[in-house]
C-alpha cells in the first residue's frame, strides 16, 4: 500500500498554546516510533486564527486507522485533546483562497 499526506488542525484552548506546541513537537516522532508516519520532515504552520496546522506522511494508507488502535498514539491523541480541540482544513480562513499562507513554526 501506499502512503498518505495528512493535514491535522488544532485549536488551543486558552491559555494552552505553548502545552499544545509541545505536544505537536513530540506528535510525530510518536507516529514514527510506532512505524506509522515516514520519515518525511513534517510541517507544522500557524493560521491567522491562531491554528496550527501540521502535515506529515501517514507510512502506508492504512496507518491512520492502526493509529486509533494504538496505545501510544491514544495517549498523546488525549493529552492533545485536553488542551486543544480538532478541526477541519475547510474552518480556516485561508482555505478560501487560492494561495493559502501561513506563518511558519
Request: hydrophobic share 50%; with cysteine; charged share 25%.
Amino acid at each position: 500500500m501506499g502512503t498518505e499526506i495528512c493535514m491535522a488542525i488544532y485549536r488551543p484552548k486558552p491559555g494552552k498554546d505553548a502545552e499544545l506546541a509541545a505536544l505537536i513537537e513530540g506528535h510525530v516522532p510518536v507516529l514514527r516510533g510506532e512505524g506509522l508516519a515516514t520519515d518525511r520532515e513534517a510541517i507544522v504552520m500557524r493560521s491567522r486564527d491562531g491554528s496550527f496546522v501540521e502535515i506529515f506522511e501517514w507510512a502506508e494508507a492504512d496507518a491512520a486507522g492502526r493509529a486509533h488502535e494504538n496505545a501510544a498514539v491514544a495517549a498523546i491523541w488525549g493529552a492533545m485533546m485536553e488542551v486543544a480541540t480538532f478541526g477541519v482544513p475547510a474552518d480556516l480562513a485561508e482555505a478560501t483562497t487560492r494561495f493559502a499562507h501561513f506563518a511558519p513554526v
